[in-house]
């Protein structure tokens, strides 16, 4: 079957994309979190949401102060309020599309375990301080996508570290999953759980903790359950009483239109970029990456209702 190259810009029928940037803005007043969610929320967006790291950047950026300064992450202490992230920021974790091990997860014998390790593909539970190998997933682009089975003995934290310094990220998602890993030894894979929640409601799984223990993961440090962004320590998270008073961070986003030339290969000529389908599978690649996005359509003039086709190769 032949194939052919199509160049199109993602703005009109040719497609057109939005992404969400978030504009953050430093407050040098000192409030509790609660009264900064109050004036984040009357005054911009809401406190910080952070997505991926191009957000930590953006955050860092824009504060004024070496201390510390509250971020809308809040814990809600309790078992029955964990939910289940990828570590990866995009990748969604899905309750009907799982392989957890039968009987899992259990939190065995009343011990929190809020991290997942692999084992002939299935999933189990166990507690993020326990230490293991792990499986980094590596991605350069669509096409050098890798996976590496770490033989260093880490805790969960430290294995994510590990992975974001060094690859990509831990492993995550099924797609990453099914592609990469043959695992017949207990490794950990990039999947926990925690009791934190963002003020404005986002699901973004993306954490910066300076450090963690097991039940840290679940409710803070005792009544500890705002989270901050320690500007001299690179950033990293911690947690306060959130009756404390400091500076905060509030964010903005406004819907920002960037006009993306993108080369697609397709095996089928006659392929409609209009077709939902296709929309949906460049949107998948987006999320993966951590990019929030919108595509839309618009209809050309008439001379130009198609996009431009290169030679056929």
Known sequence: MQRKLFVFILMGQCSFITCQLHDYYFIKENKTWDEAQTYCREKYTDLATVSNMTDMKRLIDSAQSQGEAWIGLHS??????RTWYWSLPGVEYIENKTNW???QPNDYQGHFENCAVMTNKEWSDFPCTYTSKFICYNETNQV????HVIDYLMTWPQAQNYCRENH??????LDQLYDCAQSVSVVWIGLFRDTWRWSDRSNSSFRYWESLSNNDMVDGQSDKTCATTVLNRAGRWSFDYCSNKKPFICYDAPVKQH????TLRVDDPTVDMKDPAVAEALLKQFRE????????????PEKQNTCPELDKV
């Open 168 to 173: 990509t990220d831990l492993i995550s998602g």
């Open 259 to 262: 006009l993306v030339e993108m």
């Open 289 to 300: 990456k951590g990019v929030s996005v919108k595509l839309s359509w618009r209809k050309l």
């Open 76 to 81: 809600y202490p309790g078992k029955d309020n």
């Open 101 to 103: 091990a039968m009987g």
């Open 144 to 147: 050098n996508k890798t996976c």
